[in-house]
């Protein structure tokens, strides 16, 4: 059965870090594109980091760069989101998800394979 699962989430100040782990059972993470998006109230679901599953090259959203990081850890089959300089507009639901034929990175409609999703809320 395929599955992803996050956790990692929390309530945390501003300027706070969390680090989100992702971990996938019944395939292999190191044959996907992985990505991690998000999902604040009355809006969209968000491309924020994803890695690629060719050359390993990443892209993360202009509202991140700088402060948060996705890394892979394939012995682990876990995929991470460091998160630093937390921002109360960081608040949202994030997920994690694997693709495996993604042409453009961090389009949701691009992965196949979807985790629950943990609540980061960023607030004093």
């Known amino acids: 059965q395929v599955q992803l699962v996050e956790s990692g989430g929390d309530l945390v100040q501003p300027g706070g870090s969390l680090r989100l782990s992702c971990v996938a059972s019944?395939?292999?993470?190191?044959?996907?594109?992985i990505g991690w998006f998000r999902q604040a109230p009355g809006k969209e679901r968000e491309g924020v980091s994803c890695?690629?599953?060719?050359?390993?090259?990443?892209y993360s959203a202009n509202s991140v760069k700088g402060r948060f990081t996705i890394s892979r850890d394939n012995a682990k089959n876990t995929v991470y989101l460091q998160m630093n300089s937390l921002k109360p507009e960081d608040t949202a639901v994030y997920y994690c998800?694997?693709?495996?034929?993604?042409?453009?990175?961090?389009?949701?409609?691009?992965?196949?394979?979807w985790g629950q999703g943990t609540q980061v809320t960023v607030s004093s």
């Open positions: 890695i690629s599953r060719l050359d390993g090259s990443t």
């Open positions: 019944g395939f292999t993470l190191d044959y996907y594109a």
């Open positions: 998800a694997a693709g495996f034929r993604v042409q453009a990175m961090c389009v949701p409609q691009e992965y196949d394979y």
